[in-house]
C-alpha cells in the first residue's frame, strides 16, 4: 500500500539540518533549479497563491522558509500569528508546486538561505533587492533575485482588518 495523501504533505516539512542536507544534496544530484522563498503566510489567500505558484515556475524545486511563531510576533506584533507554525505548514503543504518547508526561528531566513544555497531567491514586490535578506550571498553564488509583483487588494494585515472591522459594528 502506498503513502496517502496526507503522509505526502507531512513529509513536506523539513524538520532538522540533516533532513534539508539530503533533499538539497538530491536537488544538485538531479541537477535542479532550486528556488527560495520565505514569509509567515499567517492567513492564506490567494495573494499567496499566486506568489508561490510564480515562484515556483522559477524552478524545479521550491523550498519555502516558513517564519516560526517567535519570529512572526517579533515581526508583526503581539496579536499575531493567527495560525501557530505547524497549522500554516499543513494548509502550505497542501499546494503541489510546493516542494519543502523549513520553519525557521531566527529573524531572518538568511542562515537557512546559506544552507539551501538555492539558484533563486524570491521575495514580493513590496521589496527592494537591497533590503532581501541572502541576496548577496545568492547573488555571490551565481545565483539570481526576483521580485514578484503582488495581487492587488489581498494582505493578511487587510483580512485582519476586515474581521475586525465586523467584528465592531
Known amino acids: 500500500m502506498g503513502l496517502s495523501k496526507l503522509d505526502i504533505m ?11 542536507e539530503m533533499a538539497m544534496n538530491v536537488c544538485r544530484f538531479k541537477s535542479q533549479k532550486v528556488v527560495f522563498t520565505n514569509g509567515c503566510f499567517d492567513i492564506l489567500h490567494k495573494g ?12 524545479d524545486f521550491l523550498i519555502l522558509g516558513l ?3 517567535r519570529s512572526v510576533k517579533a515581526l508583526k506584533g ?19 508546486f510546493i516542494d519543502a518547508i ?10 537557512l538561505i ?11 514586490g513590496d521589496w ?8 548577496g550571498f545568492v547573488k555571490s553564488n551565481g545565483g539570481e533575485v526576483v521580485i514578484i509583483d503582488f495581487v492587488e487588494g489581498y494582505s493578511t494585515t487587510s483580512t485582519i482588518e476586515k474581521i475586525e472591522e465586523s467584528n465592531n459594528k
Not at 544552507?115 to 531567491?121: A, C, E
Open 102 to 111: 523549513v520553519i525557521f526561528d531566527e529573524d531572518t531566513p538568511e542562515s
Open 128 to 135: 527592494k533587492p537591497e533590503q532581501i535578506a541572502g541576496a
Open 10 to 20: 507531512q513529509r513536506k516539512l523539513i524538520t532538522d539540518s540533516k533532513q534539508l
Open 78 to 96: 503581539e496579536s499575531r500569528p493567527v495560525n501557530r507554525e505547524l497549522d500554516r505548514a499543513a494548509v502550505l503543504s497542501a499546494l503541489h
Open 114 to 124: 546559506k544552507r539551501v544555497k538555492p539558484n533563486v531567491l524570491v521575495k514580493g
Open 67 to 69: 517564519n516560526s511563531d
Open 48 to 59: 499567496h497563491v499566486h506568489y508561490l505558484a510564480k515562484a515556483a515556475d522559477l524552478g
